[in-house]
T-cell receptor
Framework: AQKITQTQPGMFVQEKEAVTLDCTYD???????LFWYKQPSSGEMIFLIY??????QNATEGRYSLNFQKARKSANLVISASQLGDSAMYFC???????????FGKGTRLHILP | ETGVTQTPRHLVMGMTNKKSLKCEQH?????MYWYKQSAKKPLELMFV???????ENNSVPSRFSPECPNSSHLFLHLHTLQPEDSALYLC?????????????FGPGTRLTVL
């Protein structure tokens, strides 16, 4: 069975520091994709970044990068130079390509301190 | 309108009421989804529609009834709900249901069942 684990329920980080949000996953399928979403207090889920299981390089999107370690089955999100607007819930998710489901982790609440 | 919209944003209903949640996507996507987000629980997939056909019903009680008249619109009809059904209901869409297609989410409907 597929599973996503986010072990950090909450984090406090000083503004302008880099942040690493942990995500580990479990699947026996070789073909899958990993996603990170941000959910501000408004409730909307915002797509941040995607990493495919066959991608050779770590994904990057602006200040977001995904530290993909396939052997360890981890897909940590790194936010560089954090900003106050980064305060939100962050969800790691996985989709096995042969399936039509995305499985989400429980999320990490990130607080950026001024 | 762009992206994924949901109405209403907030809904309070009694256990004997019948109401409907509406979702509309303006992205030309073929797949649409309903999720339930309860406090302290992972995001739960409820239903998946692909080209208007339901492909997934994740053991959802029959008091939730989805309807997808076309690829752009998705409804969730509610009747005789329970207080534990109070949650944020999120609609999402994606280009296809498989592979690395990210899902784009609406702002959600905050439902309270009295």
């Amino acid at each position: 069975a597929q599973k996503i684990t986010q072990t950090q329920p909450g984090m406090f980080v000083q503004e302008k520091e880099a942040v690493t949000l942990d995500c580990t996953y479990d699947t026996s399928d070789p073909s899958y994709g990993l996603f990170w979403y941000k959910q501000p207090s408004s409730g909307e889920m915002i797509f941040l970044i995607y990493q495919g299981s066959y991608d050779q390089q770590n994904a990057t999107e602006g200040r977001y990068s995904l530290n993909f370690q396939k052997a360890r089955k981890s897909a940590n999100l790194v936010i560089s130079a954090s900003q106050l607007g980064d305060s939100a819930m962050y969800f790691c998710a996985m989709r096995v390509f042969r399936d039509d489901k995305i499985i989400f982790g429980k999320g990490t609440r990130l607080h950026i301190l001024p | 309108e762009t992206g994924v919209t949901q109405t209403p944003r907030h809904l309070v209903m009694g256990m004997t009421n019948k109401k409907s949640l509406k979702c509309e996507q303006h992205l030309g996507h073929n797949a649409m989804y309903w999720y339930k987000q309860s406090a302290k629980k992972p995001l739960e997939l409820m239903f998946v529609y692909n080209f208007k056909e339901q492909t997934e019903n994740n053991s959802v009680p029959s008091r939730f009834s989805p309807e997808c008249p076309n690829s752009s619109h998705l409804f969730l009809h509610l009747h005789t709900l329970q207080p534990e059904d109070s949650a944020l209901y999120l609609c999402a869409s994606s280009q296809e249901i498989t592979g690395g297609n990210e899902q784009f989410f609406g702002p959600g409907t905050r439902l309270t069942v009295l």
